[in-house]
């Protein structure tokens, strides 16, 4: 079943625009599936046309090129998506050292914790108890009381080697 006259000038216009590099409607990649979009025209409207799918089955016989906008194309593509390995990488290991950093943070504070209040709780020279150093507790009446003891979070890990350096 041949095609219009019109469908067939379509066809071959869209056809000098793939072939000379100037697509308007595609990519340029030499398809007939461009060959179709490029004229505004059915795939199936591609196969009616028996004469014009000949010529261009002639002239695109060869092995498909890529034109130079589409190697520039790709080679930008590859680039960025190697500079975007490049930083996920960089990311990933500052995360590391970010959450290194953050797990012996939380120890040093704990450790600081605890030191102060081993601290707190020794008596003075003279005999006389620290805990009169409490102002917690006094201005209400009730006597001076010791505030709650911060308990280490179950989240926090300690760093490699932590236990055979501290004994814990």
Same mark, same amino acid.
């Given at each position: 079943? *041949? @095609?219009?006259?019109?469908?067939? #000038?379509?066809? %071959?216009?869209?056809?000098?625009?793939?072939?000379?590099?100037?697509?308007?409607?595609?990519?340029?990649?030499?398809? &007939?599936?461009?060959?179709?979009?490029?004229?505004?025209?059915?795939?199936? !409207? @591609?196969?009616?046309?028996?004469?014009?799918?000949?010529?261009?089955?002639? &002239? @695109?016989?060869? $092995?498909?090129?890529?034109?130079?906008?589409?190697?520039?194309?790709?080679? !930008?593509?590859?680039?960025?998506?190697?500079?975007?390995?490049? #930083?996920?990488?960089?990311?990933?290991?500052?995360?590391?050292?970010?959450?290194?950093?953050?797990?012996?943070?939380?120890?040093?504070?704990?450790?600081?914790?605890?030191?102060?209040?081993?601290?707190?709780?020794? *008596?003075? $020279?003279?005999?006389?108890?620290?805990?009169?150093? !409490?102002?917690?507790?006094?201005?209400?009446?009730?006597?001076?009381?010791?505030?709650? %003891? $911060?308990?280490?979070?179950?989240?926090?890990?300690?760093?490699?080697?932590?236990?055979?350096?501290?004994? !814990?």
């Amino acid at each position: 079943m *041949p @095609v219009s006259a019109a469908t067939e #000038t379509k066809l %071959r216009e869209a056809m000098a625009r793939l072939l000379a590099g100037e697509p308007l409607h595609t990519d340029g990649s030499l398809t &007939k599936e461009n060959l179709a979009r490029e004229a505004r025209v059915s795939h199936a !409207t @591609v196969h009616r046309a028996e004469e014009i799918l000949g010529e261009w089955n002639a &002239k @695109v016989a060869r $092995p498909v090129r890529r034109t130079p906008g589409e190697v520039q194309r790709d080679e !930008t593509i590859a680039e960025l998506r190697k500079q975007l390995r490049e #930083t996920k990488a960089k990311a990933n290991e500052l995360q590391g050292k970010l959450d290194a950093l953050a797990t012996v943070t939380a120890n040093l504070y704990f450790e600081n914790r605890e030191l102060k209040e081993k601290e707190s709780t020794r *008596p003075e $020279p003279g005999g006389r108890s620290p805990r009169h150093r !409490t102002l917690e507790g006094v201005r209400s009446g009730e006597g001076a009381r010791w505030p709650e %003891r $911060p308990r280490r979070p179950e989240h926090v890990l300690r760093p490699r080697g932590y236990e055979q350096d501290h004994g !814990t």
